[in-house]
């Protein structure tokens, strides 16, 4: 085990699924969106979320996708303390 003087650090990440037909642009407000979950439920590591979308599925809105994203994140997010 490291020495008590030193922090060790951890990374969280966060991966959302969507069925939906997204390009590159959409599936990255997603990501940002799932990020913004991250933060606000107090994961104080760094953190990084990515979003897939399957291509098919509902044609949903953009920012209904968005803000499932961030909700649903938000809710099994399980902050990280240090």
Do not use: K
């Given at each position: 085990?490291?020495?008590p003087s030193v922090r060790v650090?951890?990374?969280?990440?966060?991966?959302v699924v969507v069925d939906?037909?997204?390009d590159k642009?959409?599936?990255?407000r997603v990501?940002?969106?799932a990020h913004d979950g991250l933060v606000r439920?107090?994961?104080r590591v760094p953190a990084t979320a990515f979003a897939l979308a399957t291509g098919v599925g509902t044609g949903?809105?953009?920012d209904d996708l968005c803000t499932a994203a961030a909700h649903g994140v938000f809710a099994?997010?399980?902050p990280v303390r240090g």
């Open positions: 085990a490291p020495p650090g951890g990374t969280a990440a966060a991966l939906a037909a997204l642009a959409a599936c990255r990501a940002m969106s439920a107090g994961v949903a809105a953009l099994c997010a399980e």
